[in-house]
């Protein structure tokens, strides 16, 4: 499951705490871009919920 660049700072920015409005308005991308992207960066990841894919967003930002 390899990740891409932008996987990894959507997943940065989602560990900050930003929403998938913010993010969208950060990379000047639409939201529900950013919500195909979350789903196949959970996908990737294996976890099917958002909020173990904001757990594992976490530890990554930890491991920084």
């Known amino acids: 499951h390899q ?12 560990a900050e ?3 998938l409005s ?6 000047g991308i639409s939201y529900k871009t ?3 992207t979350i789903s196949l960066i959970r996908t990737k990841l294996g ?5 173990d894919l904001i757990r594992v ?4 930002k930890s491991q920084a």
């Open 17 to 19: 705490g930003r929403s």
């Open 3 to 14: 990740l891409s660049q932008r996987d990894l700072e959507f997943l940065r920015l989602m």
């Open 47 to 51: 976890v099917s919920r958002t909020a």
């Open 22 to 27: 913010e993010i969208a308005d950060a990379f």
């Open 57 to 60: 967003a976490l530890e990554m």
């Open 34 to 36: 950013v919500a195909n």
